[in-house]
C-alpha cells in the first residue's frame, strides 16, 4: 500500500543514507516499487498524471519526494506545480503538498530570499485561486528538518496540504487528502495556474472568466508534452486550412518538431465520461495550422470550424500560381 510505502521512507531514510548511494537497492526501491504503488492509487483516477520518485541524483537528497504531475503544466519537480509528498527524515513524517519548481525560481530570482519570497507569493495566489479546496487542507508553514536551499525552496512554495507521522497513519484519511489534493490541482490547471488573472485576459482577448481559462487551458494542451510532434505526425506538417508547406514553401528542412507550424486544439474542453483520464484525443482534437490560420481561426465564432476557415482564405502560395 502507497502509504506504508511512504512510511518505511520515512522512517528509514537516515539509516540508508547512511549507506554508500551507488546500487542502493533502498533507493532502487524508492524509484522504482514506490512509484509503481502510487500509479496504481491513481490508475482509475481521471487524470493524466506523470508519476517520478527521487532520493538524489549522484548523492543522497535531504529531501526525498514523490511527485505528481499533470503534463500539460510540466513533467519535472524543477518548474511548474505539482503534488508531491515531501519526506522530514529527521521527524519521520510524510507532507503532502501543493507545491511548485524551485529551480526555475532561484534561476530567475536567486537562490536566496528573494527568490523564496517569490516563491511563498505565488503559493498564496495558488492557494487563493481554489480556496474551496485548500479549505479542506491545512494552511500551515510546512518544515522539513533541513535549511539546505532546495528544501527551502519546497517549504516556500507550499500552498497547502496535510502533515502525517510515518509511525500513525489513518489510511482512510490518507487516502481521501490524495484524491481531494488531485482534485485541487485538476481545478488550479482548469483556472489558469499561476498566471494572473489579467494576463490571461489579454492573451484570450476576453473579459468573460470561463472563455478565458478554456482558451488558456487549450493553449496549454496544445505546447503540452508529445502533443506536438505526435499531432504533426499523424496529421502530416502542412497548414489544413490555406495548405502551406513549410517545406515547399520556405524551404524549411529540419527536424519535424521545429516545423513552423501550430498545432492547433480544436475541440471543446472534454467533460471526461467514467473511466477516463485525458481531456482531449490524439490526433482527432487536433488540427495543424499555420501561425496566420491559426490566429483566424481563434476569432471565428467556431474554433473547430475548418471549412469556415478555408472558405474565409483569399489568397494561394507563390509555388502553386502559373508563372
Known amino acids: 500500500m502507497l502509504h506504508e510505502y511512504l512510511a518505511r521512507l520515512a522512517k528509514e531514510y537516515v539509516f540508508e543514507r547512511a549507506k554508500r548511494f551507488a546500487g542502493s537497492e533502498f533507493a532502487d526501491f524508492i524509484r522504482h516499487d514506490l512509484a509503481v504503488e502510487a500509479r496504481k492509487r491513481t490508475i482509475f483516477l481521471p487524470y493524466d498524471l506523470e508519476l517520478k520518485a527521487s532520493v538524489g541524483q549522484s548523492q543522497w537528497a535531504s529531501v526525498p519526494w514523490l511527485a505528481f504531475f499533470d503534463p500539460i503544466i510540466t513533467d519535472t519537480a524543477t518548474r511548474g506545480f505539482y503534488v508531491v509528498y515531501l519526506i522530514n527524515p529527521q521527524t519521520e513524517e510524510i507532507v503532502l503538498s501543493l507545491n511548485q519548481g524551485t529551480t526555475e525560481v532561484y534561476e530567475e530570482f536567486g537562490e536566496n530570499e528573494r527568490g523564496r519570497k517569490i516563491l511563498a507569493r505565488r503559493a498564496f495566489e495558488m492557494t487563493d485561486r481554489v480556496a474551496d479546496y485548500a479549505n479542506k487542507f491545512d494552511i500551515a508553514p510546512i518544515y522539513l528538518g533541513t535549511d539546505a536551499k532546495l528544501p527551502a525552496g519546497y517549504q ?113 474542453i472534454r467533460e471526461l465520461a467514467e473511466g477516463e483520464t485525458r481531456r482531449y484525443k490524439l490526433p482527432e482534437d487536433f488540427l495543424v495550422l499555420c501561425p496566420t490560420c491559426h490566429r483566424v481561426i481563434h476569432k471565428q465564432s467556431d474554433a473547430s470550424d475548418l471549412e469556415a476557415l478555408k472558405q474565409s482564405i483569399r489568397f494561394v502560395h507563390a509555388s502553386q500560381l502559373d508563372w
Not at 508547406?245 to 471543446?268: C, E, I, M, R, W
Request: one cysteine or more.
Open 156 to 268: 516556500a512554495g507550499h500552498a497547502f496540504g496535510r502533515v502525517y507521522n510515518a509511525n500513525s497513519i489513518d489510511a482512510d484519511g490518507f487516502y481521501n487528502d490524495l484524491e481531494n489534493m488531485l482534485e485541487a490541482y485538476r481545478a488550479l490547471v482548469d483556472r489558469g495556474g499561476r498566471t494572473p488573472v489579467e494576463s490571461m485576459m489579454e492573451e484570450a482577448g476576453s473579459t468573460d472568466i470561463e472563455e478565458t481559462r478554456k482558451y488558456i487551458l487549450s493553449r496549454r494542451i496544445e505546447r503540452a508534452k508529445n502533443v506536438r510532434i505526435k499531432v504533426l505526425k499523424a496529421r502530416g506538417a502542412i497548414c489544413e486550412g490555406c495548405g502551406l508547406n513549410p517545406q515547399v514553401h520556405y524551404n524549411f528542412s529540419g527536424l519535424l518538431k521545429n516545423t513552423p507550424l501550430d498545432v492547433h486544439h480544436a475541440k471543446p
